[in-house]
């Protein structure tokens, strides 16, 4: 008999969708519950990784996300004024040979995807809606919902992101996220290349990574002492001064910020925090996923593709064990190593940029942990 029949998802982000899908396709009945009544996440881009490409085609998503997204086989690497100095090709993931080394799209255009995905699975999706209490026991999971309703589960997942509500039931004493001493800018502007782009300026280093056919994603981090809050009528030149140092491509997003044509949605900032949460990631019935348990900084653009893993893991490990606590203590013993690669060379990383530290040691963190993350789930 299956160990599950009816599971709860709390979160619908990328983590929880994923998770949602997989249980579902088991034939196991699942409701998601999703905090949000617009079920929207915000308009930046994401890049996807060859590892991640390959797990979403295991959702089954990835012809929608590459018809919908941007794809590229190689990175320019530029100096400040945008003259090309050398061009790197990315080796497609093994097991996904025949997808694109790297993708990018916008984060609303892959919820979206996911979101259909996840309805046509059958996943009942609750949006605009959160618990209230849960209490556990032996046989199950009783929750009341913030509507007043309740409902029975054999296994709650909590997959409601780095600020985690249902973190606190599993560890409450768990400090919470760490800021990291950088945040990050993000701007959606025309597509100028074919490839992705790095531009390597003396003290910053911005990069620009498709998103569709016509648009593209500038990324920069910027040292802050703190998490303060920046009003975003003082983005646009907040970068723009971040960017002073650069020429060409990136110097005429520089123009647009100053003319002012260049601002929220399609300008954001967020401040960057992260953590790993020792394994086990569960209590009883109650197991936690994606950000809520390993929440990373985007050095390696792989904080997205490490939910997705693992909630494929997750339903893995559900699928096959012979009880419940065997299966959920196998899901973050399986994916607690690769969490926390991504998470500390991120950290590494960003520790790195901050200090003006060795660019070898930068270049062989990146790339060693890149490699790690080709291995097989
Ligand atoms: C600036 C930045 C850039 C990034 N860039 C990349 C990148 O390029 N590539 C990449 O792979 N990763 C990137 N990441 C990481 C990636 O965004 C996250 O790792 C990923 O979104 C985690 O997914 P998740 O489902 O765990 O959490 P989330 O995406 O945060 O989803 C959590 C969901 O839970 C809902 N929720 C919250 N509380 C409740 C509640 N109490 N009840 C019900 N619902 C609730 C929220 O509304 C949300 O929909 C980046 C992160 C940052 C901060």
């Given at each position: 008999m299956a160990l599950i029949q009816r599971a709860l998802v709390v979160g619908g982000g990328l983590g929880g969708m994923c998770a949602a899908i997989q249980l579902s396709k088991?034939?196991?009945?699942?409701?998601?519950?999703?905090?949000?009544?617009?079920?929207?996440?915000?308009?930046?881009?994401?890049?996807?990784?060859?590892?991640?490409?390959r797990a979403l085609r295991q959702i089954g998503v990835v012809d929608e996300v590459l018809r919908d997204g941007g794809s590229w086989r190689a990175m320019d690497i530029c100096d400040a004024n945008g003259d090309l100095t050398c061009t790197v090709p990315i080796t497609a993931t093994p097991g996904a040979e025949d997808l694109p080394g790297a993708a990018g799209i916008l984060r609303p255009v892959l919820a979206e995807i996911l979101s259909r995905a996840t309805r046509q699975a059958g996943v009942r999706v609750r949006l605009g809606q959160t618990f209230q209490e849960v209490r556990q026991d032996e046989d199950g999971v009783d929750v009341t919902f913030n509507d007043g309703s309740r409902g029975r589960f054999d296994l709650v997942i909590g997959a409601d992101g780095v600020n985690s509500?249902?973190?606190?039931?599993?560890l409450p004493n768990f400090a919470g996220p760490q800021f990291t001493g950088q945040?990050?800018?993000?701007?959606?502007?025309?597509?100028?290349?074919?490839?992705?782009?790095?531009f390597m300026g003396r003290t910053t280093k911005a990069g620009m990574n498709p998103i569709s056919e016509n648009e593209c994603y500038l990324f920069v981090l910027d040292k802050r002492a703190d998490m303060d809050f920046i009003p975003e009528e003082q983005w646009p030149a907040m970068l723009a001064e971040l960017l002073e140092e650069f020429g060409g491509d990136v110097g005429d997003i520089r123009k647009s910020l100053l003319e002012g044509s260049l601002r929220n949605p399609r300008l954001l900032y967020r401040p960057l925090a992260g953590h790993i949460v020792d394994a086990p990631w569960h209590k009883g019935r109650i197991v936690l996923l994606g950000d809520a348990?390993?929440?990373?900084?985007?050095?390696l653009a792989s904080g997205a593709g490490i939910a997705i893993e693992g909630a494929i893991v997750l339903a893995e490990e559900l699928s096959h064990r012979h009880s419940l606590e065997a299966a959920l203590t196998a899901y973050s013993m399986r994916h607690f190593e690769r969490a926390s690669l991504v998470v500390h060379a991120s950290g590494r990383l960003g520790q790195i940029e901050q200090n003006g530290g060795s660019q070898q040691e930068h270049a062989q963190v990146m790339v060693s942990a890149l490699e790690a993350l080709r291995a097989p789930i």
């Open positions: 088991q034939g196991v009945d699942v409701e998601l519950l999703e905090i949000n009544p617009n079920w929207a996440p915000d308009g930046a881009g994401i890049t996807i990784s060859g590892p991640t490409l509500a249902v973190r606190k039931l599993v945040g990050s800018w993000r701007a959606v502007v025309p597509r100028q290349r074919e490839n992705g782009a790095m348990v390993h929440a990373t900084t985007p050095h």
